[in-house]
């Protein structure tokens, strides 16, 4: 895994990516950047889907259903991805 396959076909290790220029190792610093996308996709994941998961929580809570937030989350997402979906201009 520490080999990857550069353009051209020539294989380039870990220890060929040298130094970044803040001292660090090039996988080190990648690993700091693909944790950072991941904690801001976690967190803008969860704002996009808040306004239909909220709506739904106000509905099931009329319909007599005691259901929190982490409970609607998960049909949340699927009517967020519905609707994000049936509204979306079409592929061409």
Known sequence: MSEVLAAGGARVTASDW???????SAS???S???IKF??????FFLIATFPTTWLLMLFLGN????????GTLP???????LLGG????PFD
């Open 63 to 70: 319909v007599g259903l005691g259901v929190g937030y982490w």
């Open 38 to 43: 991941l904690l801001f996709f976690a967190v």
């Open 18 to 24: 040298g130094e970044h220029p803040s001292g660090r």
């Open 32 to 34: 700091r950047l693909v």
């Open 75 to 81: 049909i949340g997402i699927l009517v967020s991805a």
């Open 28 to 30: 080190s610093v990648v």
């Open 86 to 89: 049936a509204t979306a201009a």
